[in-house]
């Protein structure tokens, strides 16, 4: 049998092991004993350590290990699988030396007082030791590394040897950052919108419940935040995106025509997007409000520039203030790569000023624009900051969009289920905008 | 000989700097103070470890309430970064117990912190179980503040002299801006809305608002009838609208009661020629009179880690910030709760101070609902728009704030 072959079957076997084992956790108080077992799948979920924080790591290596192997990247696979092991080591390590896991005191805290006992938790300690199969999982995986060594005798090996490896030593800064601070957060994200889990205890794993919350138990008060929060992000969506698109280009093809001051107002222009959601909505507030507001009694305005139906409208004039720079930069460099040939040589086929937007600036802009069009609407997705400083839930949530409801919920009430079902839902309807949107462009590109 | 000799005189040296660097302990201490506040309480830990320079050094950190509540429960979980000592909302503690958060803080109690500077009555809604694990530092409460010169304008002082001011008493002032011809320049009254102008007006209407197991008992009709009173006065252009910023309007003088908490005080001390006082929220009838108020409590976060010397002085700096909390009140314009500065005459001349005064005792009701941060969320989700707008069925408000919470839970 193939060497390649027979480490296959090892990793498959060490990658069982490490599925099947666990850890014992014991403690005492007055000559009462109790314990409990704690499988490392159930560890991942606890976040009840920063060790648990290795587990990711080590499935991720696994997994790589045997695509490797599977793809005849011996090497390859023996790279991964060492530091799987390595990882598990340090995890074990890491894992039984603590001796108040919380995760481990909720659960014997708990069998304590059915035996009627109460212990204080700073006199609380856990004995924590990794079961037998955890010894056999090391085995295994350095099994898998002994049979998956590579052969170093000769330079000619270790030259391929370099060149195998080599790849993997440039992306690792970037894979470790991503799985560290994207990947793994993304999945416990994924996971908690299946859990009932209040972010201090331990989630309990509850299937779709959350998402027949949200979207069909009808009266019940998430039910009501998801719809009416969508409701209102849509529309800011819809209000927001034609002006985040048509005026900073209207400002870039302005700025392009102007030759003097040109870089004066094009810092003036995107001066706003630097300053902070708060403080930007600070200003407008003071500017606009009722009571001693510039507006007001500087115009003689009457009605309430921050109730609806005029909150939206100040809603999309801010928005449009604060963020029109960034759009407007992006602009400029696309318009300053058109060349100018091709408006020299629609001027002499007779082409007005609107036919050589249409038929000039717009087709070689496409890619930029369709870029712009894409951020901004995912961006405006996303909003939270003006809705939330300007009116927050007043007028019954008028103006409340997804993401307060979703912040509220998670972190204000510690109901993070629900607020993970809220947050897919809503990363749902962006990926389809966003595909429906690239399909269409795409489409009219290739025309 | 003389660079052995040399080198042995710094070792010594360096050794004996270790020693002492030892022997400091350094208290790192978490507030939720942020504000103006902050900066007074900052000034007095620097005095306090200018005084305890070598022995005791304390590091404090203020974070945002909010903030605060999510990075606590998270420290002690991973053991990371705890803080040894730190000032919390009581409305919190029972959730923070509930966890496993904090521990109880009665070897503080036994080393240094004496339990009889402190009122029994707060002292007691941070005893759980038998175990205190709390220590009051101040009130945290919900004050109307009385422009006294528009009072006497419309000569209607008279509504203070029992110290309590009732919804009829602003009627009256509401009718006397009116015969003035100022009622749409000149409002008498701001609703705060939220838990400081909801809980209290509920429970003096006979609301009930947890039962005996701790659950939650909104009654909505009796929550109803409170936004309908408030909804009247709107009405009938005594208050302000729900767009008017009522502290513009009580700086500008053009509010006569503009109800908030002991947290503006700071402010409204610092501007020139303002003349005003400070009395309970608004009630129905000075007897049945309620106000609810919250207290910045001492806690100990659980930690392992914490020696018993650490906790010493953790004890000497609560019981030192305690006895010199008087800038906590001149200042910061709070309510410290420690005996011997509350017993100062330059305490009781301060205008907020008033609940700290005996009479007020049977008034003040300090919560400790379990689920208090629901409550919060629900009440800031339902706002104050339904005493604006008459669309709304009153009953409505109530009811949906029962229903958050009840839904809240059962998904947590």
Known sequence: ?447 | MKKILAVLVALSLVLSMTAFAAAEETINFWTVFTGDDGATLQGLINQFNEEHKGSINVNHTAIAAADLYTKLPLAVQTGEGIPDLMIGHVERLPKLVGDGVLTDVTYLLENGVDAANYPSYVLERTNLEGYQYGIPWDFNAGVTYVNLDLLAKYGKEAVLDDKYVTFDEIKEVGEAIKAAGEAETVKAINYYGSLNGYLPRYEELGGQLVDAEGNLTIDAAIWGKMIEGFRELYQAGYAVGQEDDASSMFIGGSLVFFESGTWTNATLQKIEGLNYAAVAMPCYSAETALCRSGSHTWMQPDNEDRTEETDKAVATFVDWMGAHSLAWATEAGQVPLYKAVTETAEFQALPQTFLAEAFMSDHIHVYTYYHWALLDSALSHVGKTAIYDATIDVNSVGAAVQAEVDDAIAAM
């Open chain 1, 1 to 447: 049998m193939k060497r390649n072959t027979i480490a296959t079957g090892l990793l498959l076997a060490f990658i069982v092991s490490f599925v099947l084992s666990g850890v014992t956790a014991v403690s005492t108080a007055k000559d009462v004993v109790v314990s409990t077992t704690v499988s490392h799948l159930a560890s991942v979920y606890s976040l009840s350590s920063a060790a648990v924080l290795i587990l990711p790591f080590i499935m991720v290596f696994m997994l790589m290990a045997l695509l490797s192997f599977l793809a005849k990247q011996k090497n390859v696979g023996f790279m991964f699988t060492a530091l799987s092991v390595v990882c598990y080591v340090a995890f074990l390590i890491a894992y039984c030396a603590e001796t108040r896991n919380t995760s481990m005191y909720n659960t014997l805290n708990a069998m304590f007082q059915e035996q009627g006992l109460r212990v204080k938790k700073r006199d609380f300690f856990i004995t924590v030791t990794p079961q037998w199969t955890c010894y056999l999982t090391v085995l295994l995986g350095l099994a898998t590394c002994a049979v998956s060594l590579p052969d170093l005798r000769t330079s000619t090996t270790r030259y391929s040897l370099k060149c195998e490896l080599e790849p993997y030593a440039y992306i690792a800064p970037h894979v470790l950052f991503f799985t560290l601070f994207t990947l793994v957060p993304i999945i416990y994200g994924v996971y908690t919108a299946f859990t009932k889990w209040d972010i201090y205890n331990e989630p309990v794993f509850v299937g779709l419940e959350n998402f027949k919350t949200i979207l069909f138990a009808q009266g019940n008060t998430y039910y009501g935040q998801l719809r009416n929060g969508l409701w209102n992000t849509v529309k800011f969506v819809l209000y927001n995106t034609p002006f985040g698109m048509v005026l900073p280009l209207a400002l870039a093809m302005a700025l392009r025509k102007v030759t003097r001051g040109n870089k004066f107002l094009q810092s003036v222009f995107y001066l706003p997007a630097l300053m902070s959601t708060t403080t930007v909505m600070l200003a407008w507030t003071y500017f606009f409000r009722k009571t001693y507001g510039f507006a007001p009694n500087f115009f003689g305005t009457t009605f309430e520039w921050f109730a609806p139906p005029y909150s939206w409208l100040m809603l999309v004039i801010i928005t449009a203030w604060w963020s029109n720079g960034t759009n407007m930069v992006i602009f400029q460099s696309s318009l300053a790569s058109i060349p100018e040939d091709q408006y020299e040589a629609a001027s002499i086929d007779g082409a007005n000023a609107v036919q050589k937007f249409w038929y000039v600036t717009i087709p070689n802009m496409s890619y930029t624009l369709m870029y712009t069009f894409v951020t901004t609407v995912i961006s405006h997705f996303n909003v939270y900051g003006q809705p939330n400083l300007m009116m927050g839930y007043n007028y019954e949530g008028a103006n409340a969009v997804l993401m307060m409801y979703i912040k509220d919920t998670a972190f204000q009430q510690g109901v993070a289920g629900i607020a993970s079902a809220m947050a897919l839902i809503l990363a749902a309807v962006i990926m389809v905008v966003a595909w429906i949107q690239l399909r269409m462009m795409m489409k009219d590109s290739k025309n």
